[in-house]
């Protein structure tokens, strides 16, 4: 009986078709002229890897603005205006590759939890439809990842999204605050009454 070194290892099957890149990430991230793609929540290798095969770094600077790039990509709602009244805003069909791989990544980012894109995404999908909130946070992605790498710039998001109505609130508490303090008030002033109860 074959007695097995040490140093054998177990025979493994490898995928032939499989591209023979070690660190993707590293790749990557050399590719785009150091900025991390896979820094942004939501986006995947199969992501990154069709960014790098339908356009390279040089021709992301062809587009002037971030609107061109995402146009381009058959992003942007085709609006149909008549007398200042919208009425179509459908994005035009006509897919590409990377169109097609930024829908999934926003498709994915709908069932992330508690992030800037997936809060976005959610704030879209209550007013209007999930598919609505792929195309917006698809556009989205299209505009964070031409800014970064046009602008080489990294992904930062914000640390606590808020929507807009809860701004609009944090700011009026704020300016009540702020005017209560100003004032000089307490609460009997403004009509709040202070009831304690006692156990009977």
Known sequence: MKKLKTDDKPHKRENKNAP???????LAFQYFGGVDLLAI?????STVHSIMAEIDPEGFKKFRTSKEFVSWLRLTPNN??????VLSSKVPKGSNRLKIALRQAANAIGN???T???????RIA????????????ARKLGVIIWTMITKKVPYQPPKEYLFLDQKRWLGLVKRMRKNIAEFDLHTEDLGFVNHSFSAT
């Open 41 to 45: 929540e939501g986006l995947s290798h």
């Open 112 to 114: 992330l939890k508690d």
């Open 80 to 85: 149909k205006i008549s007398g200042g009244k």
């Open 20 to 26: 023979a890149i070690k660190n993707f990430n590293q």
């Open 116 to 122: 800037h894109l997936s809060d976005f995404f959610k």
């Open 126 to 137: 209550f007013q209007k439809e999930r598919q609505a909130a792929v195309s917006a946070t």
